[in-house]
């Protein structure tokens, strides 16, 4: 998925996991810079270990203006 940036402002983010036992899903942009008026992709794997259903708790961060967000990927 994007994330898109509507501000005048550039921002550095982060994803952070709260649930680092579930080794099914994987971000593989941990980190990055979105430009003002820009849009960033961002890219979460999801490899199977079983057929049951599986969530992973991840917190959108963009340290400089102290903002966290939650989210859920099942």
Known sequence: FYLLNPTNYSY???????????????????????QSGKKFECI???IP??????ESFWNFCIPEYHVEIPFVIV
Do not use: Q, R
């Not at 982060?14 to 593989?28: G, L």
């Not at 270990?49 to 599986?54: A, G, M, Y």
């Open 49 to 54: 270990e079983s057929i049951d259903s599986v």
């Open 12 to 34: 550095e983010f982060y994803w952070k996991t709260n649930t680092p036992d579930v080794t099914s899903v994987a971000c593989h942009t941990k980190k990055g810079l979105v």
């Open 44 to 46: 979460f794997d999801f």
